[in-house]
């Protein structure tokens, strides 16, 4: 099982930035595809942004454009960058790995308006 530890959420104003980390507990992560998924209160889990283990990237429409997913397998970490931040981007962003279907815990992201 692979753990995955997620960090650099927090509060930031609308047009902000962040950048998210996902850190993951073992070497398997170079030949995982990894994704980010986020959920808001009172709604489902959905997705974000996913990467390749070759580095060919995916977006959901609401945040191509804005955000861009990055990955460096050295470090077993995948990153969330987060520019022009919108209100309705608040929400708990969760890292995935699609070979280990498995998740981190979660890191909260506040866009105050």
């Known amino acids: 099982q692979v753990q995955l530890v997620e960090s650099g959420g927090g509060l930031v104003q609308a047009g902000g930035s962040l950048r998210l980390s996902c850190a993951a507990s073992?070497?398997?992560?170079?030949?995982?595809?990894m994704g980010w998924y986020r959920q808001a209160p009172g709604k489902q889990r959905e997705f974000v942004a996913s990467?390749?283990?070759?580095?060919?990237?995916n977006y959901a429409g609401s945040v191509k454009g804005r955000f861009a997913i990055s990955r460096d397998n050295a470090k077993n970490t995948v990153y969330l960058q987060m520019n022009s931040l919108k209100p309705e981007d608040t929400a708990v962003y969760y890292c995935?790995?699609?070979?280990?279907?498995?998740w981190g815990q979660g890191t909260q992201v506040t866009v105050s308006s």
């Open positions: 990467i390749t283990s070759v580095g060919s990237t």
């Open positions: 073992k070497s398997i992560f170079s030949s995982s595809a």
């Open positions: 995935r790995s699609y070979v280990s279907n498995s």
